[in-house]
């Protein structure tokens, strides 16, 4: 076996840390502590999941489910497991796991615990991209992840460039992404207003954030798009975390600041446009996943990996409280996921002002 494609594992300075290497470039920091919450919100996941695809307005005994998946069940149990309630759980995982990476990357890159892609308008320009494809031009579910990518993309752009100073500082990116965000937000509403009763409604609870009406012609694009992208982050990680140091310390150990952040830019709007796309906007996740993460897993530089199991784990709870609180009526899980969000902030604000005091 080659040295290049020799994989060895060893202790790394600081308790609990070992070090995965791939070679001469790629190596991998694994945080014991960082391993077991991982490996906690993983297991809570797939038993939250093992619970939600009993639940329904038609309750699927477990022994079923399991016949289902062994090839075996009924048609109508097949449709109701297989086609309605297991890609409704799938695209879940995926959209937490995507926007608590999106968060994660955008907040090392503002260090700012606001720099998710919510609060500086991200999410709302993938949103207006999206509704101006359908609303305006008529287009399919491929033309509105087009359009999705290129709102976000563009609010991406005009918010960096209106933060640029010789740089961008994070406290006036995150300012400038909520002016930004406040903008769209206006015409958003005006999309919707101009547009007929159906099309109106529509947009309004897609721009909620539901998964009721999850499939795999949703799952499938939302996947591939995913895939693509986490290799880059991860990629990415190590300078990401060396830009918290700030751009000169960064660049005196070889990374290049503005190409990073254009990277990492490009490939957390792609994250936020692929789930804006496949289920409308849905905020706080980005925002209160990573930072949840962070102080569980306490390791230090950008969590990925546990910001993506706790987003999953999120997104999975707030479905399946937006599906069962008000049964037989199903909520938009952004719904949900707003009010977490706001307990969230509430106990951020509690804490702050513990230590202030």
């Not at 991982?38 to 999941?49: K, M, N, S």
């Not at 260090?111 to 993938?126: E, Y």
């Not at 509105?144 to 640029?164: D, E, K, P, R």
């Amino acid at each position: 076996m080659s040295r290049a494609a020799a994989v060895a594992a060893r202790p790394a300075g600081g308790a609990g840390r070992r070090v995965i290497r791939a070679g001469d470039r790629m190596s991998l920091v694994v945080h014991r502590r960082g391993a077991i919450v991982v490996l906690a919100l993983v297991v809570f996941t797939l038993a939250l999941a093992s619970v939600a695809i009993t639940l329904g307005e038609y309750p699927v005994p477990v022994a079923q489910i399991l016949d289902t998946f062994a090839g075996g069940g009924s048609d109508g149990v097949r449709r109701i497991v297989l086609e309605g309630r297991l890609p409704r759980i799938v695209l879940a995982v995926i959209a937490g796991a995507a926007l608590a990476l999106s968060g994660a990357v955008f907040q090392s890159m503002t260090r700012n615990p606001l720099g998710s892609p919510d609060i500086i308008g991200f999410n709302t320009g993938a949103y207006t991209g999206a509704l101006v494809v359908v609303l305006l031009l008529g287009g399919n579910y491929v033309a509105q992840s087009v359009g999705a990518l290129v709102g976000g993309l563009v609010a991406a752009v005009l918010v960096y460039l209106l933060a640029w100073t010789k740089g961008v500082q994070g406290f006036r990116l995150i300012v400038v992404g909520i002016a930004v965000g406040a903008i769209l937000h206006s015409v958003n509403a005006w999309l919707i207003i101009r547009a007929r009763l159906e099309e109106a409604l529509a947009a309004a609870t897609w721009g909620a954030g539901s998964f009721n009406e999850a499939g795999w012609e949703k799952v499938v694009p939302v996947g591939i798009a995913v895939l693509i992208v986490v290799p880059l982050l991860v990629l990415f990680a190590r300078p990401l975390a060396l830009l918290e140091m700030g751009d000169e310390t960064a660049q005196s150990l070889g990374v290049r600041p503005e190409l990073t952040r254009g990277v990492l830019l490009l490939a957390g709007v792609a994250l936020v446009a692929a789930i804006t796309a496949a289920a409308g906007p849905i905020a706080f996740v980005a925002l209160a996943a990573p930072q949840l993460a962070r102080r569980l897993a306490r390791s230090p530089g950008v969590a990925l990996l546990p910001s993506a199991a706790m987003g999953a784990a999120l997104m999975l709870a707030s479905d399946v409280v937006a599906q069962r609180l008000l049964a037989p009526t199903q909520l938009p899980v952004g719904i949900v996921t707003v009010c977490i969000g706001g307990l969230y902030l509430v106990g951020l604000l509690i804490a702050q002002t513990r230590r202030q005091g």
